[in-house]
């Protein structure tokens, strides 16, 4: 029996280098070692740029024979459209503009006489004259301009290769750099950054290379020369953002103008990049890159003009993948979160923090505009419960450190009533919604929800607090949804907590608000009271202040959420759209 068949009781990988080796996947084995891989990637791309100007230099070449015709014709149409809006608008130049145009050549004529009048001094005239450049001088001349690129080129070259040669190393010291408190967090930034880098960069190869295929072929049908010569053109410099297609077209424009004798060529030319460029950029792109590359479309224009003024036509092409790897460290890099709040494409405020600043500033249409947005994927109750809820909570919250005046609490409280009563009659989105973590539940139209025979009388009553009113505003709607017959109390009367009897026979009373312990224990003799007072009815209190906050003096029927009362009270109708009673 071969050796391989014999090895340790407990077959586990890590316990001898023959199991280490077969766990290894099948590419491991035949994966190509760095050295190799890194130059075959530096051939591959010189191959590609070599091809690359090859078509260009070959294109190029076509068009040097007829170049001086071109240019005629070029300056024929242009001195024909110089005459054509000359005999259009001659006539308003030469009112507005004709006394300055007069003045301007008096002027001209009055300088050049001055100029050539005699003077009494005759001054030797001198001139200074170089002299004549050598042999070494004029290959000098010639040469040092093309190295120059070449001299680039190289430099860039070199440093690419030793850059892939030593990247783990260079990764370790930037980690470094960045401090190994939080190792984990600094790993999973550079990682990100880089997966989103180079996603960034293969769609973005991928599009410009269908841009410019699309462009070549464009012009062939059309007719213009050296089609190829302007589609390799156009595919590299839309590269540059916004204004490399600008660029690109001025070229087949120009050519098809000099080509044609009228301008049919011309406006075949331009309604091609009309018609490619916008599907590009606001249909194949968005679809192919969706939210990879985590910028605001903001974000995007600051940059561009930040880094071009920074490095020039350089920091236009690199101002995209400079400011996105920056606002990937600010996602988990304290020191860089600025970043990711200005440029990122993350909304700067949660849900219900928005909502909280909308009723802070006295604006209720765009509290209600924010809620019709997010009640196309939620649940009325789901909105109220965690985003009005919430924000709520936060009111009290800026109230208990001293942020906001008690005062304040009653615009908010008002404006948060308006919002509510806009959304009282908001249909639900039929079948499946989402909570903001994403949970599905399931949703009933208006009227399963009026026919699910619960008929419970439900006396809501706010609380003494200054919030407690949009509180008990909320949970009267969604029990009206679920078919209660509700009736509400302004508030509680008195220290004592007389409540207002509205009906015979009540199935639950409930008295809401944001309570704490503190709020809670002055609560107890209301509770007391009506307990005594209605012995058909269930005294239920809710909610509580702050999320996840537990009431240790109430031993039953307290809720903590809205969604959670509307799951005690409709426990007998089956599935309903909140989250369940806590």
């Known amino acids: 029996m071969p050796a391989d068949r014999f090895c340790c009781p407990s077959s586990s990988p890590s316990c001898c280098p023959s199991c280490w080796r077969r766990s290894l996947p099948a590419s491991a084995d035949c994966a190509c070692p760095e050295p190799p891989a890194v130059l075959l990637a530096i051939l591959m791309a010189l191959g590609t740029i070599g091809v690359t100007s090859a078509i260009l230099v070959s294109q190029a070449a076509t068009l040097t024979k007829d170049a001086p015709a071109y240019a005629e014709r070029i300056t024929t149409k242009a001195a024909v459209v110089r005459v054509a809006l000359h005999d259009r608008f001659g006539s308003i130049l030469q009112t507005n503009g004709g006394g300055s145009r007069q003045n301007a050549q008096n002027a001209r004529r009055a300088g050049t006489a001055f100029l050539a009048r005699p003077r009494d001094d005759a001054a030797i005239p001198v001139e200074i004259q170089a002299p004549p450049a050598s042999a070494m001088d004029e290959i000098r001349s010639y040469v040092l301009p093309a190295l120059a690129p070449v001299e680039t080129t190289l430099i860039v070259l070199i440093v690419t290769i030793f850059i892939l040669f030593q990247k783990e190393d260079l990764r370790d010291r930037l980690i470094r750099l960045m401090g190994t408190v939080d190792l984990h967090r600094t790993t999973v930034a550079l990682d990100e950054g880089a997966k989103r880098l180079s996603r960034y960069f293969l769609s973005q190869f991928v599009v410009n290379v269908g841009f410019g295929a699309v462009i070549w072929g464009g012009l062939f049908l059309i007719g213009v020369p050296s089609p190829g010569l302007w589609g390799v053109l156009a595919g ?109 494409d993350r909304p700067p405020l949660s849900p219900s923090e928005t909502f909280y600043q909308r009723v802070l500033a006295g604006h209720p249409e765009e509290a209600i505009e924010q809620a019709e947005t997010h009640l196309e994927t939620l649940s009325l109750a789901a909105y109220y419960d965690e985003v009005i809820l919430g924000g709520l909570r936060l009111a009290i919250s800026d109230v208990d ?20 009563e806009a959304l009282e009659h908001h249909p639900d989105p039929v079948g499946h919604a989402s909570f903001l973590d994403g949970t599905e539940v399931t949703v009933w139209t208006r009227s399963e929800e009026g026919n699910d025979g619960n008929g419970s009388i439900v006396l809501c009553v706010p609380g003494r ?37 509205v009906a015979a026979t009540l199935n639950f009373i409930c008295i809401l608000g944001l309570f704490d312990d503190r709020s809670f224990q002055r609560m107890q003799p209301v509770i007391a009271k009506l307990e005594a007072e209605t012995t058909s009815a269930t005294v239920m209190v809710g909610v509580v202040r702050v999320e996840g906050q537990v009431i240790h003096q109430a031993e039953r029927d307290f809720v903590a959420s809205i969604g959670a009362l509307c799951s005690a009270i409709g426990a007998r109708t089956g599935p309903i759209d909140v989250r369940g009673a806590i």
Do not use: K
Not at 409 to 418: F, S
């Open 236 to 344: 590299l410099l839309r590269f540059i953002p916004y204004v490399g297609v600008l660029v690109a077209g001025i070229g087949p424009l120009a050519l098809a103008a000099a080509v044609e004798p009228g301008w049919l060529m011309v406006g075949y030319v331009a309604l091609l990049f009309l018609i490619v460029e916008p599907l590009v950029g606001y249909v194949v792109e968005p679809l192919l890159y969706g939210h990879s590359t985590g910028l605001s479309p903001v974000s995007v224009v600051v940059a561009a003009l930040f880094w071009t003024w920074i490095w020039g036509p350089l920091g236009l092409v690199l101002s995209m993948p400079l400011t996105l790897m920056l606002v990937v460290l600010g996602r988990y890099i304290p020191a860089f979160e600025i970043f990711d709040v200005v440029f990122g």
């Open 401 to 420: 450190r001293g942020a906001v005046e008690r005062t304040a609490l009653r615009a908010v409280c008002e404006t948060t009533l308006e919002v509510l």
């Open 465 to 501: 607090g200054p919030l407690d009113a949009a509180v008990a505003r909320m949970a009267s709607q969604l029990l009206r949804r679920r078919g209660c017959e509700v009736h509400e109390q302004r508030r509680v009367n008195g220290r004592d907590g007389t409540v207002t009897p």
